[in-house]
């Protein structure tokens, strides 16, 4: 990406083997080592000594890999099933998106026990930042040349990396829990937060800073997020986001869970998001199990996922109203949630965490009278988007509050890893419903909203935009919703088809043993991203060819857009921290899993 | 009975009356925290407070019971004396600068002839509260509050004493009651003093620390600033104080451009008080609507505000009706 001109973002590429080309004409092809996965994107080893050299060139090629969208780690000790791979103890991945080639590459490296250390690719992608730290936190590997390699989603008094196999998983493993005073006082001090430490000053020549600790309580930090900000009066100089204090090992979770019963732990990673965060999950494990689903699972699925859209962006939409000072619209979107509630209750008899997408289908087909339920809620909403479009975003304070507030432009967003709503305010057209469809998205039409200038205010606009578009594709669902079975005739769905079961031993055993021990996923790995509610969401599943997962890594959106915000906050002032963390949109349990 | 002459009798009515105001005011304060509460409920599509008592109107004695009972804590690291200070001060300027507040022809605490320089005076007094709970807090985000306040307050005091010169001029005479008479012989100055009549409202919103002017407290920046330490009843007089002003900056606004106790057109004269009361209410309510329907400026663009668009805008106006007095003579 050369300079902040619109970018034209072509057709998606699975498997993208141009930039294969490209790389062996540049380094030989015996300087990688290929894996072949259901990922879709090519999955090549590099040694450590030309990592960083391979990254740099990805980095700059034409049409070049400007997004570092994830890296995380792998403990391969205890995975059996590696043909071909190189031998490892541990493997490190960065997932990498070209937006021009609209295609993604992943680099692994492996690293052996004796020595888990990994040059900092923080100097190509700044956002390799917090991703380095977790790896160091839940895996122990050193990345040298790191600015500052903390823990990360850990406290920094935790003894052991939880994400290692050796790690005990429950509770049960360890000793009993126990909270003496030495320690309480030992954990608080650890708290404590030390300037120096992150290299900031007390004093400038004239001034004392002071240093305010926002949260992890605060009204405004949307969940239990710290920030420490570093303040000459009320204006900003520097801030240092801490997260963490959400953390419950989801990932770690997934490794002990059957595949199916891992479903309903995705629905509490973004806990707006309901069954929109069963999408990516199911889907990379039907891409795993070789399962396509019919053509009315898809419909099912995209509405209530664009229910679900709509839910958390009324929910941003209240509190971000809030967040700049006006009271009263947060209880109208309250009134509109609970409308869109009574609808998501009576097909899925749930409201928050419905947990509804199963293996290859949906948990039961659409309850009698659904239409009319969802054409009530369909006709209700326009007129309160107009309302509050009217009554509170053209108020000119709530603009005074907004506009020019906290922006960045489109590539300092690509260069944090930045997706979403946050992105596409910045001008660029990149929603994966588009760009990637999946789930069928292709067979709907909608637009994209857009907006340019990239601050508090627009990526608000870009949110209202994207209510009004997703009642569009619910009203396509309720008009176009084919007929047709709602979970696919596959042995790997779950719960695992019972039809034939008493009729022959064999079957009834299989379907016992799937019931009670849950499918077998072949060994393989898959990846799956959605445009989620506040970002791109997207799971990697590493199957080891058992009933549960070896890896499970989950992507979110929130970590990486927290990551950005002290280099867009820098000289504002705390009115405007507040402004612009309501017009993220993140919620904690997204960041730390 | 020599001593009990009509002098002492006079005396005696006097005090009483007074306490009568005094308790009325205090009772009417608190209950606005029911009032504002039922009515934002109302425009916010839900309940609000509804269970104690009739439409739970009772919901006050319910609220005083819990904040007598609550624990007086005062943070080991607090000023002590200065952190008790604040709130008695919070509560009691803005009250006593209701003595020169004109009710009905014949109500009223003190018939002072300085009667809206001691307004000023109480006003400016107001400050102190939220300057001592913010400092003897020792909390960083009562200080970031407490220095909002008063920057806040000292440019909105600025403008608030001359936006009301232009009635002052106009009517001769500080004391609201000879106000309140000029307006009976002519026109109500909400037509002539218009321009003041509107910055003083801003002015009133300022010193009262209502939104959309409540910077110092600003629960979604300082979670509540100057007095995110206070509890129990000491942070009761907080709120009551608050309620206070705003009953005060309504009744004066009644008296300085509404008529006082006088109907529209001389209507009904018997009923003075109903008529001075109605009026308080009608502002009352705008004090609450506000509240429920604006977003919050940021500091400095309120600062921007007081400065570059009300002070001049009561420059000109006094400037005006100086002119037009003097010509007039």
Redesign the interface.
């Known amino acids: 990406m050369t300079a902040d001109q619109a970018l034209y973002v072509p057709s998606y590429t699975a498997d993208d083997q141009d930039v294969v080309s490209e790389l062996n004409a540049r380094f030989g092809a015996q300087a990688f080592v290929t894996q072949a996965t259901r990922t879709g994107m090519p999955v090549l080893w590099v040694s450590r000594d030309q990592l960083l050299d391979v990254l740099r060139h990805l980095r700059d090629l034409p049409r070049p890999y400007v997004m570092l969208y994830d890296l995380h780690g792998v403990d391969e000790r205890l995975r059996t099933q590696r043909r071909d791979l190189p031998g490892a103890d541990f493997s490190v991945f960065y997932h990498l998106i070209s937006i021009e080639r609209n295609s993604d590459v992943m680099i692994k490296v492996a690293l052996n026990e004796g020595d888990l250390n990994l040059p900092s690719a923080t100097g190509i992608w700044p956002n390799a930042n917090w991703y380095e730290r977790e790896v160091w936190d839940m895996y122990g590997i050193h990345f040298s040349g790191h600015p500052h390699l903390a823990r990360m989603l850990m406290p920094s008094t935790w003894e052991g990396h939880p994400l290692r196999k050796d790690y005990p998983a429950r509770a049960t493993e360890f000793d009993p829990y126990s909270l003496s005073v030495a320690k309480q006082e030992l954990e608080q001090e650890a708290l404590r937060f030390d300037p120096a430490q992150w290299g900031m000053k007390r004093q400038r020549e004239h001034e004392d800073f002071?240093f305010?600790?926002l949260g992890p309580n605060?009204?405004?930090a949307h969940g239990a997020f710290r920030i420490i900000l570093q303040l000459d009066g009320?204006e900003i100089v520097d801030c240092v986001p801490e997260i963490g204090y959400h953390h419950r090992g989801a990932e770690k979770m997934a490794e002990r869970q059957s595949w199916h019963s891992f479903i309903p732990y995705t629905d509490r990673i973004d806990y707006l998001g309901g069954v929109m965060n069963n999408l990516p999950y199911v889907l990379a494990v039907e891409k795993l199990a070789g399962i396509k689903v019919p053509l009315r699972v898809d419909f099912i699925r995209v509405m209530l996922a664009e229910f679900f859209r709509i839910l958390n962006h009324l929910l941003y939409l209240g509190t971000y109203?809030?967040?700049?000072?006006?009271?009263?619209p947060v209880?109208?979107t309250f009134?509109d949630r609970q409308r869109a509630y009574t609808v998501i209750e009576a097909i899925t008899g749930f409201r928050l965490h419905p947990a509804w997408y199963r293996i290859g289908g949906v948990a039961h087909d659409l309850p009698r009278g659904w239409d009319k339920l969802v054409r009530d809620f369909i006709d209700w909403m326009p007129k309160r988007l107009d309302e509050y479009e009217k009554a509170?975003l053209q108020?000119s304070?709530?603009r005074?509050?907004t506009r020019g507030v906290a922006s960045y432009n489109t590539k300092e967003a690509l260069e944090w890893g930045i997706t979403g709503a946050g992105l596409r305010a910045t001008g660029l057209d990149f929603d994966l419903r588009k760009a990637r469809p999946y789930s069928g998205y292709e067979n709907f039409e909608f637009e994209i909203p857009l907006a340019y200038n990239g601050d508090a205010y627009d990526r608000c606009m870009v949110k209202m935009g994207e209510m009004r578009q997703s009642l569009r594709i619910i009203r396509q669902c309720l008009d176009g919703m084919p007929e047709g079975p709602y979970k696919a005739d596959h042995p790997l769905t779950t719960p695992p088809p019972k039809e034939r079961t008493l009729q022959h031993i064999e079957t009834l055993i299989t379907h016992f043993l799937q019931v009670s021990w849950g499918p077998v996923m072949p060994a393989n790995e898959s990846f799956q991203m959605i445009e989620a509610t506040k970002g791109i969401n997207s799971y990697y599943l590493t199957s080891d060819g058992s009933t549960m997962s070896y890896r499970t890594r989950i992507r979110t959106p929130s970590f990486a857009h927290l990551q950005q915000i002290p280099s867009v906050i820098r000289g504002s002032?705390?009115?405007?921290l507040?402004a612009y963390l309501g017009s993220i949109d993140f919620v904690m349990a997204d960041v730390d899993r | 009975m020599s001593w009990f002459s009509q002098e002492v009798i006079d005396v005696l009515v006097q005090i009483g009356k007074s306490i009568v105001i005094l308790l009325a005011v205090v009772v009417s304060g608190a209950l606005l925290s029911w009032v504002e509460r039922r009515m934002?409920a109302l425009?916010?599509?839900?309940y609000g407070p509804n269970r104690v008592g009739p439409f739970g109107a009772f919901q006050l004695g319910a609220d005083m019971l819990k904040m007598f009972f609550k624990e007086d804590w005062t943070p080991p690291f607090a000023d002590r004396m200065i952190f008790t200070l604040a709130p008695v001060i919070a509560m009691s300027a803005l009250l006593i600068a209701f003595a020169v507040i004109p009710i009905t022809p014949t109500w009223g605490v003190a018939d002072l002839n300085i009667g809206l320089l001691f307004f000023f005076a109480m006003a400016g007094l107001t400050v102190y509260a939220v300057l001592f709970a913010g400092w003897s807090s020792n909390n960083?985000?009562a200080l970031?509050g407490s220095l909002r306040a008063s920057a806040q307050t000292l440019s909105y005091e600025v403008f608030m004493g001359l936006s009301l010169m232009g009635v002052v001029a106009q009517a001769g005479s500080f004391n609201l009651r000879d106000i309140v008479h000029y307006q009976m012989e002519n026109l109500w100055f909400i037509i002539p003093q218009i321009l003041g009549f509107l910055t003083f409202f801003i002015a009133g919103v300022a010193v009262t620390h209502r939104?959309?002017f409540d910077q110092p407290e600003?629960?979604?920046?300082?979670?509540d600033g100057y007095h995110i330490e206070y509890a129990g009843m000491k942070w009761g007089m907080f709120f009551v104080g608050e309620y206070i002003g705003i009953v005060l900056v309504s009744a004066l606004l009644v008296t300085l451009f509404f008529g006082g106790w006088q109907g529209p057109f001389g209507l009904l004269p018997q009923i003075p008080f109903i008529w001075f009361a109605l009026k308080t209410a009608f502002f009352i309510m705008i004090f609450i609507l506000l509240?429920?329907?604006?977003?919050?400026?940021?500091?400095?663009?309120m600062m921007a505000f007081g400065w570059k668009v009300c002070l001049p805008l009561t420059l000109a106006n006094l400037l005006v009706t100086g002119a037009l007095v003097l010509a007039a003579r």
């Open positions: 002071m305010l600790n605060h009204p405004s009320e109203i809030q967040d700049v000072g006006a009271m009263t209880f109208f009134t509170a108020n304070i709530l005074g509050r002032m705390v009115p405007d507040i | 934002l425009w916010q599509d839900r960083k985000f970031l939104h959309p600003a629960e979604q920046e300082l979670a509240r429920a329907s604006l977003p919050r400026p940021r500091y400095d663009q």
